[in-house]
């Protein structure tokens, strides 16, 4: 009896057991489908997302080394752009209609001019095959602000802007002429007349103080000061009052200082304690080629003035020679040959790139007052010393381009081809990194003072604007040279201005038009 009972007790537990085992099969079974659902359900989502990718993005940069100067990225990324704005930057590549590739090539911010004179459809054209993006002219600036961009009405190739210009507001109130810009119609300035030369009353500083927040009401960057072009006529007074502004309106004043004799530093004393005493932000313009020999002990000033409280940055140049008037104050009325250490046959004439002689400097200066002259004087170690200041910024200080067969100088075409060439790859003066921030990231900072429109430039980040230039580090160089300026850079491939492509394949495509003109509201 209690055999069978043994039995039937043993006969129950394997059941049991039975049981378990066919429901962990049934439950695994079921966990296996529910997760191989959800698998192919994840699968399935993220192979229409690859889909929906294609209408996604309106151009994909595809397989570039991006370079980022603020977050220090450098990796390599493919990126997505719509609506003119960097939407997406991926290591997972991305799909578009269009598609660049940039195999083997830099992807970097546009580059940012802040310092040029040549707001034409020529001027940019070499401007952008050279990887510019936004083109300003914020030394000699214009008023009214509306005027600036007169050539470029029927469209722009990149983005264009200006400061207020004293020089205009000086020759209204003097003069009571209207000279919007450095050249308007058929009109260029001539800086002999009574606004170059005659100082001003009180009441005609008020006029233009008026006249100044009137520009900067409209839409000017800051305010620009041609000083050394009227150093005479200029008082303190009149000094004071535009950094009063540019304090007041929290927006920077952009000066070409007064010169002195081989460096002396005088005229840079004189800003940076006005900007210290009114906290306007002061940018002084190329610094080496004021500061001369003495660059060291100019930006040593500028380090202390900033660690005391100030607001100060400067520019060079990757070109050595100085370009201006035959007709500037500095020729005209001060000894020009002690002040840069040179004579007439270091200085050539643009518009034929012969070397003068006494008697031809004579011959232009009184023929051609306008004409410009290209003084030979800056040496290679005084540039290479401004580029390792942590804050430099690099321009072009081009001078017009209107019409091939009339020469500028070399800077139109080829500045920023040769900061990367020359004293990057080839002279290692800086690195990469640092050299891409002298050209974009440090401008667009600066340039949130005066335009808040500034902080989605200078980078390759999310929310972005797609100003981008793609280029080839093993070949970028720049061929513009005196005398033979009109040649464009090697090495500039693909640039995009809001997302358009401007250049491709190292053409500039001359019927886009994606520049906008840029103001402070």
């Given at each position: 009896?209690?055999?069978?009972?043994a039995?039937q007790v043993?006969q129950?537990?394997?059941g049991?057991?039975m049981?378990?085992?066919?429901a962990?099969?049934?439950v695994?079974l079921f966990?296996?489908?529910?997760f191989s659902?959800?698998?192919?359900?994840?699968?399935n989502s993220?192979?229409?997302?690859s889909?929906?990718?294609?209408?996604?993005y309106?151009?994909?940069i595809a397989?570039?080394?991006v370079?980022d100067p603020?977050?220090h990225?450098?990796a390599?990324?493919?990126i997505g752009?719509?609506?003119?704005t960097?939407?997406a930057i991926?290591e997972?590549p991305?799909?578009?209609?269009?598609t660049?590739d940039?195999?083997?090539?830099?992807?970097?911010?546009?580059f940012?001019?802040v310092?040029?004179h040549?707001?034409?459809i020529?001027g940019?054209h070499?401007?952008?095959?050279?990887g510019v993006t936004?083109?300003l002219?914020?030394?000699a600036g214009?008023?009214?602000?509306?005027f600036?961009?007169?050539?470029?009405?029927?469209?722009?190739a990149?983005?264009?802007g200006s400061s207020v210009?004293?020089?205009?507001?000086?020759?209204k109130?003097l003069?009571g002429?209207?000279?919007?810009?450095i050249?308007a119609?058929d009109?260029t300035?001539?800086m002999g007349?009574?606004?170059?030369?005659?100082?001003a009353?009180?009441?005609?500083?008020?006029?233009m103080?008026?006249l100044?927040?009137?520009?900067?009401?409209e839409?000017?960057?800051?305010?620009g000061?041609?000083l050394d072009?009227?150093?005479?006529?200029?008082?303190?007074?009149?000094?004071a009052?535009?950094?009063d502004v540019?304090?007041?309106r929290e927006?920077?004043?952009y000066?070409?200082v007064?010169r002195?004799?081989t460096?002396?530093?005088a005229?840079l004393?004189?800003v940076?304690?006005?900007a210290k005493?009114?906290?306007?932000?002061?940018f002084v313009c190329?610094?080496?080629?004021?500061?001369?020999?003495?660059i060291g002990?100019?930006?040593?000033?500028?380090?202390?003035?900033?660690?005391?409280?100030?607001?100060?940055?400067t520019?060079?140049l990757?070109?050595?020679?100085?370009g201006?008037?035959?007709?500037?104050d500095?020729?005209?009325?001060?000894?020009?040959?002690?002040i840069?250490?040179i004579?007439?046959?270091?200085v050539?004439w643009v518009a034929?790139?012969?070397?003068?002689?006494?008697?031809?400097?004579?011959?232009y200066?009184?023929e051609q007052?306008a004409?410009?002259?290209n003084h030979h004087?800056?040496?290679?170690?005084w540039?290479?010393?401004?580029?390792q200041?942590p804050?430099?910024?690099?321009?072009t200080d081009?001078?017009p381009?209107?019409d091939t067969r009339?020469?500028t100088n070399p800077?139109?075409?080829?500045t920023f081809?040769?900061?990367?060439?020359?004293?990057?790859?080839d002279q290692?003066?800086?690195?990469?990194h640092?050299a891409?921030?002298?050209?974009?990231?440090?401008q667009?900072?600066?340039?949130?003072?005066a335009a808040?429109?500034?902080k989605?430039?200078g980078?390759?980040?999310?929310?972005a604007d797609?100003?981008?230039?793609?280029f080839d580090?093993?070949?970028?160089s720049?061929n513009?040279?005196?005398?033979?300026?009109y040649?464009p850079?090697?090495?500039i491939?693909h640039?995009?201005?809001?997302?358009?492509q401007?250049?491709?394949n190292?053409?500039?495509?001359e019927q886009v038009y994606?520049g906008k003109?840029?103001?402070?509201n």
């Open positions: 009896m209690k055999g069978k009972k039995i043993s129950i537990v394997v049991l057991q049981l378990f085992v066919a962990f099969i049934l695994a966990y296996y489908s529910f659902s959800a698998s192919n359900s994840a699968s993220t192979s229409n997302a889909f929906s990718e294609v209408e996604q309106d151009v994909v397989n570039g080394r370079i603020e977050t990225l450098d390599r990324k493919h752009i719509r609506d003119g960097i939407v991926s997972q991305l799909k578009s209609e269009i660049i940039a195999t083997d090539l830099v992807v970097a911010p546009g940012i001019d310092h040029s040549s707001p034409t020529l940019q070499f401007n952008v095959l050279d936004t083109q002219d914020l030394e214009s008023y009214p602000v509306n600036y961009g007169e050539h470029l009405r029927a469209g722009a990149i983005n264009y210009g004293h020089f205009a507001v000086r020759i109130v003069e002429i209207d000279q919007p810009y050249f119609g009109k300035v001539v007349s009574p606004a170059w030369m005659q100082e009353t009180p009441e005609q500083i008020e006029q103080r008026l100044l927040h009137k520009g900067l009401d839409g000017g960057l800051g305010i000061v041609l072009y009227m150093t005479e006529a200029v008082s303190d007074a009149e000094l009052m535009l950094f540019a304090g007041a927006v920077p004043i000066i070409h007064r002195g004799y460096g002396d530093p005229g004393i004189e940076i304690e006005l005493s009114t906290q306007a932000a002061l190329h610094i080496s080629h004021n500061a001369m020999g003495r002990d100019w930006l040593t000033m500028i380090d202390e003035a900033n660690q005391a409280g100030a607001n100060i940055t520019e060079t990757s070109y050595a020679a100085g201006t008037s035959i007709g500037a500095v020729f005209r009325r001060r000894d020009w040959q002690a840069f250490d004579s007439y046959e270091d050539q034929t790139g012969e070397w003068l002689t006494k008697e031809s400097w004579e011959k200066s009184q007052p004409g410009a002259v004087y800056v040496k290679e170690q540039v290479e010393t401004a580029l200041w804050r430099m910024m690099v321009s081009a001078l381009a209107v009339i020469p800077n139109i075409a080829g081809a040769r900061l990367l060439g020359h004293y990057v790859r290692n003066v800086i690195g990469l640092e891409l921030a002298k050209v974009s990231l440090y667009a900072q600066w340039m949130e003072q808040p429109l500034f989605r430039k980078r390759i980040q999310m929310g797609a100003d981008i230039v793609i580090t093993k070949t970028i720049a513009a040279d005196y005398g033979d300026p040649q850079s090697t090495g491939e640039v995009l201005v809001a997302g358009q401007v250049v491709k190292g053409v500039h495509l994606a003109k840029i103001l402070n």
